[in-house]
Nanobody
Framework: QVQVVESGGGLVQAGGSLRLSCSAS????????MQWYRQTPGDGRQFIAN???????RYGDSVKGRFTLSRDNAKNTAYLQMNDLRPGDTARYYC???????WGQGTQVTVSS
């Protein structure tokens, strides 16, 4: 069973930066992707970015040019560097590892204006 834990969220002013981490325990199948979504109350989860174990990366339109995703396969950890944060980025950020489609509990990011 793969367990996923996110960390790194917090409160930041607009224009600031945060780095989120997503750590997966256990043995991951290959190929796999580690991906980030975010969600605000009353809305569905929005795709942010994903990274495959071969290094391929895909970004959602809302974060292109501001967020950078990387991963350390040896540590089963993905890092989401978020720059130029905006109040609209305020959400709970979730990591998913697929397969086997495991989700973490999320980490809250709040951007003040």
């Amino acid at each position: 069973q793969v367990q996923v834990v996110e960390s790194g969220g917090g409160l930041v002013q607009a224009g600031g930066s945060l780095r989120l981490s997503c750590s997966a325990s256990g043995s991951l199948p290959s190929p796999n992707v580690m991906q980030w979504y975010r969600q605000t109350p009353g809305d569905g989860r929005q795709f942010i970015a994903n990274i495959a174990d071969n290094g391929n990366i895909r970004y959602g339109d809302s974060v292109k040019g501001r967020f950078t995703l990387s991963r350390d396969n040896a540590k089963n950890t993905a890092y989401l560097q978020m720059n130029d944060l905006r109040p609209g980025d305020t959400a709970r950020y979730y990591c998913n590892v697929y397969p086997p489609d495991s989700w973490g509990q999320g980490t809250q990011v709040t951007v003040s204006s």
